[in-house]
């Protein structure tokens, strides 16, 4: 047994119902690892589930988590009747970064080894805990289903975060045209900093935003998009579709704009947006011979034997480590969460250990 420390949700519902627990954890089973966790990754996800808005959370208490890095400390025996293909090769000492579907949010964890990465040598743990869901997911979009092809034009929303500052860097590595939208004039800075001149971001207005996607279009000598990767779900979704070129692809991942503000959601409001949300026609896809996608990875944890490929494509495409936004210690987790809830952050939010 090990002692370890944990935020546990007793149920989802209010961000302040997390509780700091201290508890024993046995030893890692057949096929997992004992890791010694030095830097969690947070993910919007984990405000969503908090809040009892994200459907894969598990009922009842869980501790929220989708990632982490840190050092084999034990591992189980083998699982009966595994053969190693698809299994990560770890050894106490190795420094990994970890997929988890909940739990993450604890100093120590056993996982399936199947869940593991090994660090590349140069990185820092608080990198590796930024990397795997944001690089997973920017790849998936852009190009599992995006296809994003060198000479396209992508509309990337919320550009600054976490997976909008990965999705720019991978379809710059692909050799694609970014525009990026963010919702605060705050964030314009760094992403100059990463290679996307001022015209091709777009702070998101109020109203008239199909102008702004016009302007920044003639910024660049196009008229259309090939590629919107959207996590918004809001009022800027129509005006992106509308601009696809033909055979055009909208990926949807995430809906930032249902996210409430305070600890606990606004039932309300919510059933208010959803009802506003926005719609399309199949049949005008067919018209105008543009695709419409939708994914969540989480609902892709089952089939670990993809993830060395997928990890390994997005480290091939975009090997550089993470742009860690804000940092925060383990005694800190709810405000940690409060502040990526804000919107207001860039980049990747970590907590240490
Ligand atoms: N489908 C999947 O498998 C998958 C996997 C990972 C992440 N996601 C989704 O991808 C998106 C990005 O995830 P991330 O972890 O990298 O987060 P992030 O982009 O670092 O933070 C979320 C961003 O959403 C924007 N936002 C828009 N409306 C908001 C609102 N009402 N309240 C707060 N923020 C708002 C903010 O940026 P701007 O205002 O600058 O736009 C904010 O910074 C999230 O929506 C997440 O749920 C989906």
């Not at 096929?31 to 990754?41: F, K, Q, T």
């Not at 869980?62 to 009966?80: D, N, Q, T, Y």
């Not at 050799?175 to 705050?186: E, L, Q």
């Not at 490929?309 to 091939?316: K, T």
Request: charged content about 20%; aromatic content about 8%.
């Amino acid at each position: 047994m090990t002692t370890r420390r944990a935020w546990r949700m007793p149920s989802a519902g209010s961000l302040d119902r997390l509780t700091r627990v201290t508890e024993e954890l046995p030893p890692p089973g057949p096929g997992e690892a004992r890791v010694r966790v030095e830097a969690i990754g947070l993910n919007f996800a984990d405000v969503f589930a908090c809040l009892g808005l994200y459907s894969a959370t598990p009922r009842g208490a869980f501790i929220p988590g989708l990632e982490c890095a840190g050092v084999v400390e034990a591992l189980g025996p083998p699982r009966a009747g595994d053969d190693s293909a698809g299994t990560a090769i770890v050894a106490p000492g190795d420094r990994v970064m970890v997929l988890t579907r909940f739990g993450g949010y604890a100093t120590a964890l056993n996982v399936d080894r199947r869940y593991l990465v090994l660090l590349p040598a140069a990185w820092t743990l608080a990198e590796g805990a930024a990397y795997l869901v944001q690089a997973l997911t920017a790849w998936y979009g852009l190009v599992h289903l995006g296809t994003l092809a060198r000479g396209q034009v992508a509309l990337v929303h919320s550009a600054a975060g976490g997976v909008g500052l990965r999705a720019v860097a991978m379809a710059r590595a692909i050799g694609a045209t970014v525009i990026g939208t963010v919702g605060h004039a705050d964030k314009i800075a760094l992403l100059e900093t990463q290679g996307l001149p001022r015209a091709q971001v777009i702070v998101r207005g109020a109203s008239g935003f199909g102008v702004q996607l016009d302007a920044a279009l003639a910024a660049i000598g196009a008229s259309h998009f090939d590629v919107v990767l959207d996590a918004l779900a809001g009022p800027f979704f129509l005006p992106g579709l509308v601009r696809l070129a033909p055979e055009g692809r909208h990926v949807l991942y995430g809906a930032a704009d249902f996210m409430p503000s305070g600890a606990r959601p606004s039932w309300v409001r919510l059933a208010w947006q959803y009802l506003r949300r926005p719609r399309l026609d199949p049949m005008k896809l067919i018209d105008k011979n543009r695709s419409f996608m939708g994914f969540n990875l989480i609902w892709l944890f089952e089939r670990a034997d993809r993830l060395p490929v997928s990890a390994s494509a997005a480290l091939a495409l975009s090997p550089e480590p993470a742009h860690i936004g804000a940092r925060f210690g383990f005694d800190e987790v709810p405000r940690a969460l409060r502040t990526l809830q804000s919107g207001r952050t860039t980049g990747k939010v970590i907590v240490e250990v």
